[in-house]
């Protein structure tokens, strides 16, 4: 059985700082995508960053790069989500994500090819 589980929310204040942890089991960690989501209130659900896990390729959506970081270690089966100058426009529940294989790496931040997701948690960025 395939578990996803984020740790690391809270609230926050603009400029401020968070590290999500998405501890995976029941999966070939290091042959593995593992992705972040999140979604807002009447929001669909977008990517964030997602890593490949066999060669640590990273992949950002533009609206993140340069503040955020994702980040895995394989010997713990876990990825990380660095948040870094966090605005009131970050908030959202965030939601950890894993994919066996992708159809196209042009997709890794869409959740087509995602099978496994966390329950999410809530990231809030107060102004």
């Known amino acids: 059985e395939v578990q996803l589980v984020e740790s690391g929310g809270g609230l926050v204040q603009a400029g401020g700082s968070l590290r999500l942890s998405c501890a995976a089991s029941?999966?070939?960690?290091?042959?593995?995508?593992i992705g972040w989501f999140r979604q807002g209130p009447g929001n669909e659900r977008d990517g964030v960053s997602s890593i490949v896990t066999t060669d640590s390729s990273t992949y950002y959506v533009d609206s993140v790069k340069g503040r955020f970081t994702i980040s895995s270690d394989n010997a713990k089966n876990t990825v990380y989500l660095q948040m870094n100058d966090l605005r009131p426009e970050d908030t959202a529940v965030y939601y950890c994500?894993?994919?066996?294989?992708?159809?196209?790496?042009?997709?890794?931040?869409?959740?087509?090819?995602?099978?496994?997701w966390g329950q999410g948690i809530q990231v809030t960025v107060s102004s």
């Open positions: 029941g999966i070939a960690f290091d042959d593995y995508i």
């Open positions: 994500a894993a994919a066996s294989s992708l159809v196209n790496r042009r997709w890794i931040l869409y959740p087509y090819d995602y099978e496994d």
